[in-house]
């Protein structure tokens, strides 16, 4: 997909999150005056409550604004301005200078003006921000990617959770400068919440970077043989024995599948895998392909997606891999033509390079990956030994969404 991506520090010039950055700088700023003028210690938030008499949680979170390297991260921590004028005052009575405790309090009003003008109170300019990808909450709150999926889950009738995807790409056997593919897709404990909900679980397709079905660059192979009455592609030997008879439908550039209606609940959740290779893919730059890439789709309500690439040691490429994710706000198509740096969604996950063996791909929460890459190289005769691997995971990942990972393929050989 040949897509210009759109700086992140784009962002920094928006007039809420230029303000309030300056405005939470001034108030941290003022803060350390205060606790200087006092006499305080921030890196000792137990002492400063023991010697001013104040609360303990109180200090630590003073503590950890005045800490922090980033002005915006200091909203996990600043306390309510009530929090706020109570140190004050203990700091005052302490010796603090009056000036500087006034600086403070004209910092706090001025950031609560800001708040008032661009998101009416501080939990909507936490959801701003967050929505940019520059603000990221404690672990212990609960983020819009969660209130999503809750959401979600209760308005469409299922989810599950986890989705995982493990490509494995290896230079072809048969054709010299092409690859091989092979791509497992996964739903772990895919349950229903209401029992008419017929939804699609996985769907087949191979494009170039301009979104044409490239049916006549490749050939496609299944992993295992299919068990009838199984829809095509289907990985019986990884997927749980209460899988229920699953819809196979042909679309117009592949095939999709569907779980039908039918029970609810944790007694009927299930696992179910997907898995084929793409043979004699290129691997070398043309006018209408110039990047290599592999994907996984989010339609479902999950709690968790992992994203797995496993590169052969031979398979060349010009840049290391870079993860985007695509957001579908209008329902509409996936084709990665309409893949733009509009849709893009904020991603603060970083990409993990790990190693490619079935053991260093085990993740407890989700321990189908490990006999997934099993599957993957026995089947193909690959040696785990000739590759290494990326990860991405999300938390509640957004639906409906797409998580590219690509990398520049190699100019063709002579040119």
């Known amino acids: 997909m040949v897509?210009?991506?759109?700086?992140?520090?784009?962002?920094?010039?928006?007039?809420?999150?230029?303000?309030?950055?300056?405005?939470?700088?001034?108030?941290r700023g003022a803060l350390a005056e205060v606790y200087a003028s006092a006499g305080a210690d921030p890196a000792e938030p137990q002492g400063v409550a023991r010697r001013y008499n104040l609360n303990r949680n109180l200090t630590w979170k003073l503590s950890r604004v005045l800490r922090s390297d980033e002005p915006l991260a200091t909203l996990h921590h600043?306390?309510?301005?009530?929090?706020?004028?109570i140190a004050i005052r203990a700091f005052e009575d302490a010796g603090a200078d009056a000036t500087v405790a006034e600086r403070l309090r004209g910092a706090l009003a001025n950031l609560q003006a800001?708040?008032?003008?661009?998101?009416?109170?501080r939990e909507g300019l936490e959801l701003m921000l967050e929505s940019m990808g520059l603000f990221e909450r404690d672990a212990t709150s609960t983020s819009g990617r969660e209130l999503a999926f809750r959401g979600n889950s209760s308005v469409w009738g299922l989810q599950c959770n986890a989705r995982t995807s493990l490509t494995v790409i290896a230079p072809s056997a048969t054709v010299p400068g092409k690859l091989d593919f092979a791509i497992v897709s996964g739903i772990a404990g895919l349950q229903r919440l209401r029992p008419g909900v017929q939804w699609r679980l996985y769907r087949a397709q191979v494009h170039d970077d301009k979104g044409s079905i490239m049916s006549d660059a490749a050939s496609v192979e299944p992993l295992e043989p299919r068990r009838e009455p199984d829809p095509p592609m289907m990985l019986r030997s990884l997927c749980s024995p209460n899988v229920p008879q699953l819809i196979s439908r042909p679309t117009s550039d592949g095939v999709e599948i569907l779980l039908p209606g039918g029970e609810v609940g944790r007694s009927a959740a299930f696992d179910c895998s997907f898995g084929y290779v793409f043979r004699r893919l290129p691997n070398a730059a043309s006018e209408t392909n110039r990047f290599a890439s592999t994907a996984i789709t989010n339609t479902i309500p999950g709690e968790l997606l992992v994203f797995d690439v496993a590169l052969h040691r031979d398979v060349q490429f010009d840049s290391e891999p870079e993860v985007v994710l695509y957001g579908f706000p209008h329902g509409g198509s996936e084709s990665p033509a309409l893949q733009t740096d509009e849709?893009?969604?904020?991603?603060?996950?970083?990409l993990q390079r790990i190693g490619a063996h079935p053991a260093a791909l085990r993740m407890a929460s989700?321990?189908?990956?490990?006999?997934?890459?099993?599957?993957?190289?026995?089947?193909l005769g690959w040696q785990p030994a000739d590759?290494?691997?990326?990860?991405?995971?999300l938390a509640h990942p957004p639906m409906s969404s797409r998580l590219v990972m690509r990398w520049k393929l190699p100019a063709p050989v002579g040119a």
């Open 3 to 27: 897509l210009d991506m759109a700086p992140d520090t784009a962002l920094q010039h928006v007039q809420v999150v230029s303000e309030a950055r300056q405005a939470l700088h001034e108030v």
């Open 78 to 85: 600043l306390p309510g301005a009530g929090g706020v004028e």
């Open 114 to 121: 800001v708040i008032e003008r661009h998101a009416g109170d």
């Open 343 to 350: 849709n893009r969604l904020p991603l603060r996950e970083q």
């Open 366 to 379: 989700v321990p189908s990956i490990e006999a997934t890459a099993e599957r993957i190289y026995s089947s």
């Open 387 to 393: 590759f290494h691997a990326y990860r991405m995971v």
